[in-house]
């Protein structure tokens, strides 16, 4: 059984950064995909971004691009989620997700997921 906690979110100001952290429990994470998601009030989940195991391939929503930044550290089975220039619009439920399978930004192709972490922006 794997356990993802996320934390690090918050409420900030438009122009802000926050880092997101998600760790992982109950099983290494080293092979697995891993991946941020978000979801508004509303609204669908959406893919933000995500990683491969290797690091090799990395993903990214348009709408983050170049502000937000993918990292992960195997040896601390943990995910994390640098956004800078934080926007109103990205204003959302962050969760972050693993999958035994190749980098996807489809939800259902995840295996597991966590809580997720508010992120609230103030414009």
């Known amino acids: 059984q794997v356990r993802l906690v996320e934390s690090g979110g918050g409420l900030v100001q438009a122009g802000d950064s926050l880092r997101l952290a998600c760790v992982g429990s109950g099983r290494t994470l080293v092979h697995a995909t891993m991946a941020w998601f978000r979801q508004a009030p509303g609204k669908a989940r959406e893919f933000v971004a995500g990683?491969?195991?290797?690091?090799?391939?990395?993903e990214y929503s348009d709408s983050v691009k170049g502000r937000f930044t993918i990292s992960r550290d195997a040896a601390a089975n943990s995910l994390y989620l640098q956004m800078t220039n934080l926007k109103p619009e990205d204003t959302a439920l962050y969760s972050c997700?693993?999958?035994?399978?190749?980098?996807?930004?489809?939800?259902?192709?995840?295996?597991?997921w966590g809580q997720g972490t508010q992120v609230t922006v103030s414009s």
């Open positions: 990683i491969s195991w290797n690091i090799y391939n990395i």
């Open positions: 997700a693993a999958a035994d399978s190749l980098l996807d930004v489809v939800p259902r192709e995840y295996d597991f």
